[in-house]
């Protein structure tokens, strides 16, 4: 099972608007509702920002949405803030065989 | 709250063998699946293993699979992660995460390193 595809990098100024995307195919993004986002600064645990393709935990910022269409999900930060300068990693299930495949990770810069 | 603490990392030799443990707390350990992902320096996240809340069905990543083996006491609420044969390629800091639908709790991990 490959990764999922998401742009090595990405950036913007503060207040700014971004989306980051996550390509799959119709084995895992394509093909189930179990679409997560993880934001991880430098030397720290990742952090769950969106699930299930649009929901959002608690303790997560009402900044950040997800969305899916087809192979492809997104995150979009809205409003950026200097402490949203982190990675962010896409997650898909993908079945039972390998149940559960990440992205390579986008950089984000907060200009 | 929820914790998870993960222990057991450190240096071995390419061709050794290692067990890395992961205490939860704070949730009722036995109703999830639990999950290792590791991390290599620099790299992204990689799913490793999974294992369901009884502790009867197992998953790996082609990549470890006849390897690691993962397994779980849930009287002690501790996940383990049997690595043999270890690689140079598996050097990581590796996660305990606890799972539903999504990656919800991680532990800090643990750092692996396979060098000689």
């Known amino acids: 099972q490959s990764a999922l595809t998401q742009p090595a990098s990405v950036s913007g100024s503060p207040g700014q608007s971004i989306t980051i995307s996550c390509t799959g195919t119709s084995n895992d993004i394509g093909a189930y509702n179990y679409v997560s986002w993880y934001q991880q600064h430098p030397g720290k645990v990742p952090k769950l920002m969106i699930y299930d393709v649009t929901e959002r935990p608690s303790g997560a910022s009402n900044r950040f949405s997800g969305s899916k269409s087809g192979n492809t999900a997104s995150l979009t930060i809205s409003g950026l803030q200097a402490e949203d300068e982190a990675d962010y990693y896409c997650c898909s299930y993908a079945g039972d065989v390998t149940p559960w495949v990440f992205g390579g990770g986008t950089k984000l810069t907060v200009l | 709250e929820v914790q998870l603490v993960e222990s057991g990392g450190g240096l071995v030799q390419p061709g050794g063998s290692l067990r890395l443990s992961c205490a939860g707390s704070?949730?009722?350990?036995?109703?999830?699946?639990m999950h290792w992902v590791r991390q290599a320096p620099g790299k992204g996240l990689m799913w490793v293993s999974r294992i369901d809340n009884n502790g009867r069905t197992t998953t790996y990543a082609d990549s470890v699979k006849g390897r690691f083996t993962i397994s779980r006491d849930n009287a002690k609420s501790t996940l383990y992660l049997q690595m043999n044969n270890l690689r140079a390629e598996d050097t990581a800091v590796y996660f305990c995460?606890?799972?539903?639908?999504?990656?919800?709790?991680w532990g800090q991990g643990t750092l692996v390193t396979v060098s000689s």
């Open positions: 704070g949730f009722t350990f036995s109703k999830y699946w």
């Open positions: 995460a606890r799972v539903e639908n999504e990656f919800d709790y």
